[in-house]
């Protein structure tokens, strides 16, 4: 690049020229066709305004005579006007029109016409008009004339200064800048206007501008330089309502200044900057008439001299940044220091280039305020379309950016997060670093951001579901488990709705005709990143919490199931819903379903009952009784399921005394099954405004509705799924075996919605087409029966079968809702395996449940009889009769008797002679490679085994105890015998062991029964936790968790002591399973001891504390230890207790003592306020021997090894709070007094308790 030209070195060049005229006058003379041109062409051009001008001035003859001009240059022309303004104002204008017709040196020079007198006569004149009192003269025109005629003195002296000082020149533009500014009125159609005008317009063509550039002289002390006031004047004057020519002026003085500046200095560019910030503070640029704005003239600017600005402007912006925005030394722009680079950056992002470092320093600072001024606008500038500042050179700064995530301030994290997220959506190729630290932000340890970052994750997700990835939404889902309720109701409903935005609005274009699991017009990547949301929705029902369980429910009925989809629509997708839940979010939904079920029993019941006394007419005493009556059952009822509302007994009052009886008609709606979807919605918002929304009936109301509303599923749902059964023959398909699971789980708890379909649709699931099938049929009309699906649709009907003995009998062959003759006929023959058709293998009818049906048919031909052709289909079918109509056998005590004799004299204990073929129709189909005989015989003892249990457990009389004893007795034969008794191969004996240990828990549910074994036999049933086989110890662990979860059984401590013994378990996923019970089931004793407690609280909390509990499992843990048959017991009498706890022997006591204590100390210090307790209970122990064997010392180990592991639990002092209540021991298992042998080599010495314990009072948890 040249050296750049200055006036000094313009002037030298111009000296050079007037000696070599004719070789540049040609050039010039281009250039002022080129400037005329330019006015041509431009469609706003003031040419006209020009003319005017011209025509008010006109112009002289060129035959005047040469003294009239002479007289005008003479210097003393205006003196003769004298004090007349009107005469002034002539004198000035003949004035301008002889300068306007005289020619500048430079075209003189070209024209070779050299007046050697022009420059003194220019002198003579410039003197005259810088008179005082022409410069302050009162009249406005005159002085606008003066103006005028010193511009055109400039113009014909230019480029250099016609002005003998810098005062004059000073003075002459402080008189211009007063013209320029005289151009903000609204009019410029006056003469004086025009004068103002020509001013402006002979600065920027001609450039006399540029004699303000090094003009620095002023009058006042900290007056701004004559450049600067000049642009002020500029940007001042410029108004929306201006000409883009009247702008383009403007920009071309101030260019040709900032171009010919040997330095921008600060006031300067604060000039030049502040009109951006007052656009960016004032909402300026909001799309109108910003194309002659000032902050559009200072952008102009500045992208036009860009090249010059990039230096000053990047000092201006370091130097504030380096010594802060708030320091008082900087410019007066200091505190716009962000938004100013922002502007800057969207006009050249190339300005920056030495900014952007100095802005990231600006995130370390110790001030907040800065620190967040900073990201601000870093934000804004990754976020910007202007420049990739994401990439390549600002990859740097931009991870110094990505950096405040881990802010220590919540507010900076905060603002880094919804700054963050304009950045992923304008820079798709950023937003992998964006996700890692969203998903970072999602453990935060404030609530408050975490709930940020769900709302604009979701957010984002709704409408740029292709930025996010699915590990990015998948922690999202985890926010559900969050400890903030209401950031897991949040969560839930955030992705609820971009699960309805990206799966669940494609429904819609689906063909409602045709139900299907392949999804066409769903995008498949939608699908794999948001298939799992519903499933997690529905597992947060697991939480108390019942606005959370109404939530889900919402969610469920009107966004994961869009309200606005028909209702066979809705059926599709609640299968499409079902199919992708797994077994813990299937229960949830039977759980919804369970709820709704119970709130749709106790609403009706007490609708019927104000329906019917409305019938009445005028109450009597007896009536208000049973008032009182309905209104205590139906708070009871409702009780369980909104535990959150309170004064439930009052909002039932204030509802059953309700006048407008269309509140009980609309409730009523909501309970009848064959109302619509839509119906049910329109009775709900009816329901609500009969009360009014607003009252606390009204928001009660509200929830009531949610769970009472039968929106999830309605009998038009069942009727589509059940159609698209019979419509493909309950073949074997994914859709099929999908849609009978979801009918199996809706029956269970609304059996009353499929009334309708009893004796047509399910009973042509169920039944054969009569007559042969023509052998020129296709293959696929011959096709056998899903067996899953006919199993699914007898557990439909043995569901249904509940509604059906209350409501009908089955006498009502008439009836649509009861079971046809052909349908009764078919589940006999299901019963007792006389199937024809072995693909279906009915051999499973144990799994249907579909008794309680056949009872009504077939009970005679299977009880009173023994099994003849199909003994196992008969018992399988008996294990589910007894376990559902035990009324049958309880009431008739011959039938008892007989099934009882059969099953344990005939089928169990002599095994060997009972048939185990199949029916006279099966015999013909025996497939190849059938199990043999002997596995046959173990099923059907094991069938045996079940039903006879069933017996006990359901039928049980005080009358039964000799039949039980004889059953218990041989369950433990099996148990000692290993199985081998009757059995041979390791997987028959380990089938007898299963059944044997499961059907021993399931009799010690009867408290009589489990009373009944002794030690020995407890010892006993426990070692199945540590079988063989892994089979045997899967089911047991499974009886195990419905005994200690399911069932209040007597003395739950004696049996949760037995998960101690899965410490050891080879299989990972068995002792997993294990310690997952153990959590659970001390859980549920906490909370059932802290419901005795409160119920019970004046009684004796002492003994209830012995009673519920879970501490006092750790004796029977120590005494099932104590007797366990690979007990080292050598080790114990021969060695001290410190070398016991440290041998290798001892290794698994030790493993079985820490699992259990895992699951009964809380690992949270703050939580773990039951070691003293336990402390406590060990020294207590340690008083005691054994009743089992009094002269054993197995125990003591025992007992110091727990305390060991007790103390090392200790974290604080908060642990050591003792238990305030007495201590019980279990009487059966301990009594007082230590052995006389207890005298070891090791001088055993008991468990001390901590000397912090005291008086204080505290509950174990």
């Not at 006015?39 to 040419?47: C, I, L, Q, T």
């Not at 148990?975 to 059907?999: E, I, N, V």
């Not at 207890?1238 to 009072?1257: C, D, F, V």
Request: proline share 4%.
């Amino acid at each position: 690049m040249g050296p750049r030209t200055t006036r000094a070195t313009a002037a030298a060049k111009r000296r050079a020229a007037s000696k070599m005229v004719p070789s540049t006058r040609a050039s010039h003379r281009q250039k002022a066709a080129e400037g005329e041109e330019f006015k041509a062409e431009d469609p706003d051009s003031d040419h006209v305004l020009e003319q005017q001008t011209q025509n008010q001035t006109p112009q002289r003859t060129q035959t005047r005579r040469v003294t009239a001009s002479d007289e005008v240059f003479s210097g003393n022309y205006l003196a003769q006007a004298g004090r007349n303004s009107s005469t002034l104002s002539k004198k000035l204008k003949e004035m301008l029109q002889a300068l306007q017709n005289t020619s500048s040196k430079l075209q003189q020079c070209e024209d070779g016409v050299v007046n050697v007198h022009a420059t003194r006569k220019l002198q003579l004149v410039a003197a005259e008009l810088l008179q005082n009192k022409l410069l302050q003269h009162q009249d406005k025109l005159a002085r606008s004339l003066v103006a005028c005629c010193l511009v055109e003195i400039m113009r014909v002296a230019s480029p250099d200064s016609p002005f003998s000082s810098d005062e004059d020149l000073y003075r002459v533009f402080k008189l211009l800048i007063e013209q320029i500014r005289a151009l903000s009125t609204e009019q410029t159609t006056t003469t004086r206007d025009l004068y103002h005008f020509h001013v402006l317009e002979s600065l920027a063509t001609v450039k006399s501008c540029l004699l303000v550039v090094d003009l620095d002289f002023t009058t006042e002390e900290n007056e701004p330089r004559v450049m600067v006031q000049l642009f002020e004047a500029l940007f001042a004057t410029l108004r929306a309502d201006h000409s883009a020519k009247l702008e383009n002026l403007m920009l071309s003085i101030m260019v040709a200044c900032v171009e010919e500046s040997d330095e921008v200095e600060l006031p300067l560019l604060d000039v030049i900057l502040r009109p951006l910030v007052n656009a960016a503070t004032s909402d300026e640029n909001d799309g109108q008439n910003t194309a002659t704005s000032p902050s559009h003239m200072a952008k102009e600017l500045i992208r036009r001299t860009s090249e010059n600005l990039q230096t000053p402007l990047s000092n201006f912006f370091n130097n504030i940044l380096v010594d802060g925005p708030r320091s008082p030394n900087s410019s007066e722009l200091r505190e716009h220091v962000y938004t100013l680079i922002y502007e800057v950056h969207k006009l050249s992002p190339s300005l920056l280039l030495n900014v952007l470092p100095n802005v990231c320093l600006q995130l370390q600072v110790d001030e907040v305020a800065t620190r967040s001024d900073a990201i601000a606008l870093m934000g804004k500038i990754f976020a910007s379309s202007q420049a990739e500042y994401g990439h390549h050179q600002y990859m740097k700064n931009f991870r110094d950016f990505l950096g405040r995530f881990r802010d220590a301030s919540k507010e900076i994290r905060l603002q880094m997060i919804q700054a963050s997220v304009a950045i992923w959506t304008q820079q798709p190729d950023l937003a992998d670093l964006l996700e890692r630290e969203f998903i970072l932000r999602l453990s935060d340890v404030e609530w408050e951001v975490r709930q940020l970052v769900v709302h604009e994750l979701c957010d984002f997700a709704a409408n740029h579901l292709d930025l996010i990835g699915e590990e990015c939404l998948r922690a999202v889902g985890e926010r559900m488990k969050d400890k903030r309720v209401v950031l897991r109701k949040e969560t839930m409903t955030g992705l609820s709705q971009v699960f309805s935005a990206h799966i669940s609005s494609y429904w819609g274009d689906e063909d409602e005709r045709v139900l299907s699991l392949t999804q066409r017009h769903i995008p498949t990547g939608n699908i794999k990143k948001l298939g799992w949301i519903p499933d997690f929705v529905l597992k947060c029902y697991a939480y108390p919490q019942q606005e959370l369980k109404l939530r889900v429910v919402q969610l469920l009925d009107d966004f994961l199931l869009p309200k606005a989809l028909s209702e066979a629509t809705r059926a599709n997708g609640l299968l499409f819903l079902f199919h992708s839940l797994d077994a813990t979010s299937r229960e949830a939904l039977r759980r919804v379903l369970s709820e709704r079920a119970k709130c749709q029993q106790v609403c009706r019941t007490f609708v019927e009952f104000k329906v019917t006394s409305r019938h009445k007419g005028r109450a009597s005493g007896g009536d208000e009784a049973a008032l009182e009556q309905a209104k205590q059952q139906l708070c009871d009822g409702l009780a369980p399921l909104f535990s959150d509302v309170s004064k439930l007994d009052k909002l039932v009052e204030q509802l059953s005394t309700w006048k407008d009886h269309s509140a009980f008609k609309h409730l009523g709606d909501l309970c009848d099954f064959s109302k619509t979807q839509r119906e049910a919605r329109e009775a709900r918002d009816q329901l609500v405004r009969c009360v009014g929304s607003k009252t606390p009936l009204g928001e009660f109301l509200k929830k009531l509705c949610r769970k009472l509303s039968l929106l999830t599923m309605s009998q038009k749902s069942v009727a589509v799924l059940l159609e698209f059964l019979v419509l493909k023959e309950a073949r074997v398909a994914r859709e099929n075996r999908s849609v009978v699971d979801l009918l199996v789980m809706a029956s269970g708890e609304l059996p009353e919605l499929f009334a309708p379909f009893v004796r047509d649709e399910i009973a042509a699931v169920l039944v054969d087409s009569k007559g042969d099938v023509s052998g020129e049929e296709d293959e696929d009309e011959t096709a056998p029966k899903d067996p899953r699906v006919i199993l699914g649709a007898l557990h439909v009907l043995a569901n249904y079968s509940r509604h059906w003995a209350a409501t009908s009998g089955p006498g009502d062959d008439e009836d649509r809702n009861t079971p046809s003759a052909e349908l009764s006929q078919q589940l006999e023959n299901f019963c007792l395996g006389d199937s024809d058709v072995e693909a279906q293998n009915f051999n499973a009818a144990k799994e249907s449940r579909a008794a309680e049906l056949a009872a009504a048919t077939c009970r005679q031909a299977v009880l009173k009889t023994k099994p003849k052709s199909g003994a196992l289909p008969a018992l399988q079918s008996l294990e589910v009769l007894t376990k559902h109509c035990s009324h049958v056998l309880t009431e008739d005590g011959e039938l008892f008797s007989c099934l009882w004799t059969n099953l344990v004299d005939d089928v169990i204990g002599k095994g060997d002679q009972v048939s185990t073929s199949g029916s006279s129709a099966a015999k013909d189909r025996t497939p190849k490679g059938s199990r043999s005989t002997a596995a046959k015989l173990v099923e059907v003892r094991c069938a045996a085994v079940k039903v006879a249990v069933n017996l006990l457990v359901y039928c049980w009389s005080p009358a039964f105890q000799q039949e039980a004893s004889t059953l218990i007795q041989l369950l433990f034969g099996v148990l000692h015998s290993d199985g081998k008794t009757f059995a041979s191969t390791p997987a028959q004996t380990a089938a007898l062991r299963a059944t044997a240990s499961c059907g021993l828990m399931k009799i010690v549910r009867n408290r009589q029964l489990e009373a009944s074994l002794s030690l020995s036999e407890w010892h006993t049933l426990g070692w199945t936790l540590q079988d063989s086989s892994e089979d045997v110890r899967r089911k047991f662990l499974k009886k195990l968790t419905s005994h200690l979860v399911k069932h209040l059984g007597q003395h739950p401590h004696k049996y949760l002591s037995y998960l101690a013994l899965a410490a050891t378990d080879a299989s990972p996923s068995v002792k997993k399973s294990a310690k997952s019970l153990l959590k659970l089931a001390v859980e549920r004793m906490r909370r059932l001891f802290d419901a005795a407690s409160s119920r019970d609280s004046t009684s004796n909390p002492g003994r209830m504390a012995a009673l519920m509990v879970p501490e006092y499992a750790l004796p029977y843990v120590i005494h099932l230890l104590a007797h366990h048959p690979s007990f080292p017991v050598k080790l114990v009498e021969r060695t001290s207790t410190v070398e016991v706890l440290s041998s290798a022997l001892w290794a698994d006591q030790l493993a079985y003592l820490s699992f259990f204590l895992d699951g009964l100390v809380a690992t949270n210090a703050a939580a773990a306020d039951n070691i003293a307790f336990l402390l406590q209970m060990l020294t207590k122990l340690s008083q005691c021997h054994d009743v089992a064997a009094p002269s054993d010392i197995n125990i003591y180990p025992l007992i110091d090894s727990a305390a060991v592991l007790l103390k090392k639990r200790i974290k604080s002092q908060s642990n050591l709070k003792p238990f305030p209540g007495k201590i019980f021991l279990p009487k059966h298992l301990y009594s007082p007094g230590r052995p006389s042998t207890l005298a070891t080599p090791g001088g055993r010495k008991e468990p001390e308790a901590p000397e912090s314990l005291g008086t204080q009072t505290a509950s174990p948890r």
